[in-house]
């Protein structure tokens, strides 16, 4: 999986509590994403990164913050998780920019009950 | 809005013969269009990408073709086998659109 770890891979937590998600490279790429997937919505983009300290927003942003104080770490997290936010996150790197190959992790399974 | 198009059947073939999938897109142009496999409980994975000044692209099976006039790719995998069974998800990019996917389309191959 192009030197990418998430984790945790598994967590059930519970509404109203905080959440981090943290993706881990290892191949020194610029661009960091979070994404959901969601049956009957495909893949959506939360927010991504720029380089250390640079986030935007994505398709799907409320609800949740990022940060990344290295190049090599991406933390996502739900402030006060709700039951929507239940689903799998996907972690992506690509090498300097939106148009490049992303590569993904292998993915975060969260229940919010 | 951007929009993009997979046919949200699955797609259910004989092995060995040919697989098409469609991509269509609405509403941006894209400079380039990535295709990405993915089973299930993982990540997707990367498997062709198509500039918009090309018109085709071939990867031992695979084909993909992009069309900027119809605004379409089509992703072809020859003689196909039960392990290309699989999603596929096309992605267009390029320039400052944020990375968009299609839902995807499941492809079963049946021996």
């Known amino acids: 999986d192009a030197g990418i770890t998430q984790s945790p891979r598994h967590k059930v937590t519970e509404t109203g509590t905080p959440v981090t998600l943290r993706c881990h490279q290892t191949e020194n790429h610029r661009y960091m994403y979070w994404y959901r997937q969601d049956p009957g919505h495909g893949l959506r983009l939360i927010h991504y990164?720029?380089?250390?300290?640079?986030?935007d927003k994505g398709e799907v942003s409320d609800g949740y913050s990022v940060s990344r104080s290295k190049t090599e770490d991406f933390l996502l997290t739900l402030e006060s998780a709700t039951s929507s936010q239940t689903s799998v996150y996907f972690c992506a790197i690509s090498e300097s920019g939106h148009q490049e190959t992303q590569y993904f992790g292998p993915g975060t399974r969260l229940l919010v009950l | 809005s951007q929009k993009i198009e997979q046919n949200s059947e699955a797609l259910n073939i004989q092995e060995g013969k040919t697989a098409t999938l469609t991509c269509n897109y609405t509403?941006?142009?894209?400079?380039?269009l990535q295709w990405y496999r993915q089973d299930p409980g993982r990540g997707p994975v990367f498997l062709l990408l198509?500039?918009?000044?090309?018109k085709e692209k071939r990867k031992e099976r695979l084909k993909v073709t992009f069309d900027t006039t119809l605004k379409q790719s089509l992703f072809h995998i020859t003689a196909s086998q039960p392990a290309d069974s699989a999603t596929y998800l096309c992605?267009?990019?390029?320039?400052?659109?944020?990375?968009?996917f299609g839902r995807g389309t499941s492809l079963i191959v049946h021996p």
């Open positions: 509403n941006y142009s894209p400079a380039y």
């Open positions: 992605a267009p990019s390029g320039g400052s659109y944020i990375p968009t």
């Open positions: 198509i500039r918009e000044n090309e």
């Open positions: 990164s720029y380089g250390v300290k640079d986030t």
